[in-house]
Nanobody, 123 residues
């Protein structure tokens, strides 16, 4: 059974950096997609970044382009989200998700989710 577990969340000041990790167990992805989403209370889950294992390509939301970077550790399939120039508007619970096909930044395409990790950015 595939399981995803996020870690690395915390509290940072605006302008700071943080790296989130998504640890994958129960499956080795040679193709498909892993993505990061974020969500505020009473808001829809927003796609942030995605990594296509087959193509080695990435996809980013406009709001994070140039600031966030998604990467994969090919040794263990773990996926990371490096976040820089953080802004209070980046505050949210961050989730990683996986699917066996192409990448999209829409939550409805994903059925495998981690439990989330909180990021709080203070001004």
């Amino acid at each position: 059974r595939v399981q995803l577990m996020e870690s690395g969340g915390g509290s940072v000041q605006a302008g700071g950096s943080l790296r989130l990790s998504c640890i994958v167990s129960g499956y080795t992805y040679n193709s498909g997609c892993m993505a990061w989403f974020r969500q505020l209370p009473a808001k829809e889950r927003e796609g942030v970044a995605a990594f296509d294992f087959g193509a080695g390509s990435t996809l980013y939301a406009d709001s994070v382009k140039g600031r966030f970077s998604i990467s994969q550790d090919t040794a263990n399939n773990n996926v990371y989200l490096q976040m820089t120039s953080l802004d209070p508007e980046d505050t949210a619970v961050y989730y990683c998700a996986a699917r066996s096909s192409s990448c999209y930044l829409a939550a409805s395409w994903y059925v495998i989710w981690g439990q989330g990790t909180q990021l709080t950015v203070s001004s």
